[in-house]
């Protein structure tokens, strides 16, 4: 600008330099919002329960829940057998009176919040000769779909299929197919909740043909478009890490083309993948931490949730064997939430117990904190909990303690009542602060 030149109105200006910066980041931003929508409005089951295909049937989900309370009832007859079990393996402070009682409720109500049938590697047809496994897996699978027809689902369920590498790809596509069609035959619709799993991924490729089996089982079975979604097993060190060095699991989600819901850790085939001698194979190997973290990166912001594995030591047996089973699965389920993984998978009734004490111990000892951390963010006047003075929130952070009670009232842990008095905001007031509409201030 010249000395003798008059300077720029500082409205105009700033308007000539947004419409330059909004053409410059259209295709960014349309490409940001494509691709990270942000966390699901969905709610996320906080385990999913596998059970090989042959052990389920039309009242499966209700002789799990039987199994569990038996369990339950046997080795924590009240609160304080449950805090000598699990006190130091889940930390406090948590009221065991009230978890107790709510635990036991839940067992009762919803044993299972999600199952999956085990086509892959929990389905061994032992003693099936193997030239008759076909026609026993695919009579497997149309008594399955017969069964559960008809019959009270978890709000989550689905099956787990056999991989796409060439040795399975065959017989998953087969039983996928024969699944879904056999569904869609009663009128065109599927039940609700279902989730299908693809195990062992190794490449992008694998997760792109998954897509085009989707779209061609819609096309064939009537079904609306999208109606197809599926979770990703990450059980393969391929999966985490491509041959270039890059992280494949992001590659992974955005190839899926807006159906990949989940992101499923495989701790035993990925930890044996990678060398570790079976004894130390865990959910909390510095490998499946490396994986999971990963995985956690990955999937941010896309609207892909995230599952932690399973331990393989089950609650059978003696009074102190189950106890000790049952104290471990604890630990781990706390230590997989405390690190932003919300669900994890169980493999045997008895570990609904230890799922839902560690869960919801979780939630209610920071639930007091969380809502009065609220309160104090939004200027609130909790009925029956406190403000909290010590803390300076910003919006991202009072999302997350949101989402912290939006969890706990979806899978039981508190009720509408509790948080209202804690915080002074109703779950719809929750759900607002958890996920704003775009151009909203918080």
Same mark, same amino acid.
């Given at each position: ?33 494509? #691709? ?13 329960? +596998? ?5 389920? !049937? ?20 009240? /609160? ?8 130091q393996a889940v930390p406090g402070p948590a009221d065991a009176r009230v978890i107790h009682t709510l635990v036991r409720a839940k067992l009762e109500r919803e044993p299972v919040e999600d199952l999956r049938i085990d086509f892959e590697d929990g389905f061994t047809q032992r003693g099936v000769p193997a030239g008759m496994r076909d026609r026993d897996e695919d009579d497997h699978v149309d008594r399955v779909v017969s069964e559960l027809s008809t019959a009270p689902l978890p709000p989550f369920w689905g099956l787990r299929f056999g991989s796409l590498e060439p040795a399975t790809r065959r017989r998953g596509i087969r039983t996928l197919t024969r699944f879904v069609t056999g569904l869609a035959a009663g009128g065109g619709s599927l039940p609700p909740g279902l989730r299908p799993t693809l195990p062992k991924v190794t490449s992008v490729d694998q997760v792109r043909a998954m897509v085009r089996l989707c779209r061609e089982l819609e096309t ?18 391929? &999966?985490?890490?491509? /041959? ?8 992974? %989600? ?16 990925? &930890? ?12 909390? !190997? ?20 995230? &599952? ?39 493999? !045997?009734?008895?570990?609904? %117990?230890?799922? +839902? ?59 509408? #009542?509790?948080? !209202?008095?804690?915080?002074?905001? &109703? ?10 509409? /775009?151009?909203?201030?918080?």
């Amino acid at each position: 600008m010249s000395r003798t030149q008059a300077p720029a109105d500082p409205v105009e200006l700033q308007q000539r330099l947004l419409i330059a910066a909004d053409l410059d980041l259209a295709v960014a931003d349309a490409r940001l919002a494509d #691709r990270f929508p942000g966390a699901p409005a969905t709610r996320q089951p906080v385990h999913t329960l +596998y059970l090989p295909a042959e052990r389920v !049937h039309a009242g499966v989900v209700a002789l799990v829940g039987e199994a569990a309370l038996e369990a339950f009832d046997e080795h924590l007859p009240g /609160p304080d057998a449950l805090r000598e079990v699990f006190d130091q393996a889940v930390p406090g402070p948590a009221d065991a009176r009230v978890i107790h009682t709510l635990v036991r409720a839940k067992l009762e109500r919803e044993p299972v919040e999600d199952l999956r049938i085990d086509f892959e590697d929990g389905f061994t047809q032992r003693g099936v000769p193997a030239g008759m496994r076909d026609r026993d897996e695919d009579d497997h699978v149309d008594r399955v779909v017969s069964e559960l027809s008809t019959a009270p689902l978890p709000p989550f369920w689905g099956l787990r299929f056999g991989s796409l590498e060439p040795a399975t790809r065959r017989r998953g596509i087969r039983t996928l197919t024969r699944f879904v069609t056999g569904l869609a035959a009663g009128g065109g619709s599927l039940p609700p909740g279902l989730r299908p799993t693809l195990p062992k991924v190794t490449s992008v490729d694998q997760v792109r043909a998954m897509v085009r089996l989707c779209r061609e089982l819609e096309t064939a079975c009537g079904l609306d478009e999208r109606t197809l979604r599926f979770e990703i097993q990450i059980e393969t060190p391929q &999966s985490i890490c491509a /041959p270039d060095g890059s992280a494949l699991v992001a590659r992974l %989600v955005h190839a899926a083309d807006g159906r990949c819901i989940g992101l499923h850790y495989g701790t035993y085939d990925y &930890s044996a993948a990678c060398g570790i001698a079976a004894e130390y194979q865990a959910m909390d !190997h510095p490998v499946a931490d490396h994986a999971k973290a990963v995985m956690q990166v990955a999937a941010a912001g896309t609207g892909v949730t995230l &599952s932690d594995g399973s331990t393989n030591r089950l609650p059978v047996g003696d009074r102190e064997d189950v106890r000790a089973a049952w104290r471990l699965h604890g630990r781990l389920v706390d230590r997989s939430l405390r690190r932003g993984y919300y669900q994890g998978w169980d493999l !045997h009734p008895a570990q609904l %117990v230890s799922r +839902y004490v560690a869960t919801y111990a979780f939630y209610r000892r920071s639930l007091p904190t969380a809502c009065a951390r609220i309160a104090a963010y939004l200027g609130t006047t909790p009925s029956g909990g406190t403000v909290a003075t010590g803390y300076l929130d910003e919006p991202a952070t009072a999302r997350a303690l949101a989402d912290f009670c939006v969890r706990a009232l979806d899978c039981g842990a508190a009720t509408d #009542r509790e948080v !209202h008095e804690l915080a002074g905001v &109703s779950r719809p007031e929750l759900e607002a602060l958890r996920r704003p509409r /775009p151009g909203t201030a918080l």
